[in-house]
Nanobody, 122 residues
């Protein structure tokens, strides 16, 4: 079992930065693949980034590549999403998720946080 709690969302101007944090509890965190998803109003939940157990392998959706960085600290049981050069189209509720295997689809993830709102104004 893994419990996830996100924080760090907020409102910023376009071009600004935010760092999201996902605090995890549960003995299996270090063995879980972690990911960030986001969901804008009226849209489906979409994949943003994922990081494997060791933290050495990451993958991003094309629209955030070069702007967002996912990282994890297995000692602190925490996953981060550093978001730079934010755009209005990045506005969404951001969710942290955990899975046994790396995947791009929300249905493949077993555990979810409650989400944190990110709003980017132009």
């Amino acid at each position: 079992q893994v419990q996830l709690v996100e924080s760090g969302g907020g409102s910023v101007q376009a071009g600004g930065s935010l760092r999201l944090t996902c605090a995890a509890s549960g003995r299996t965190f270090s063995s879980a693949v972690m990911a960030w998803f986001r969901q804008a109003p009226g849209k489906e939940r979409e994949f943003v980034a994922t990081i494997r157990r060791s933290g050495g392998s990451t993958y991003y959706t094309g629209s955030v590549k070069g702007r967002f960085t996912i990282s994890r600290d297995n000692v602190k049981n925490t996953v981060y999403l550093q978001m730079n050069s934010l755009r209005p189209e990045d506005t969404a509720v951001y969710y942290c998720a955990a899975s046994e295997e790396a995947a791009l689809f929300p249905s493949r993830y077993d555990y979810w946080g409650q989400g944190t709102q990110v709003t980017v104004s132009s």
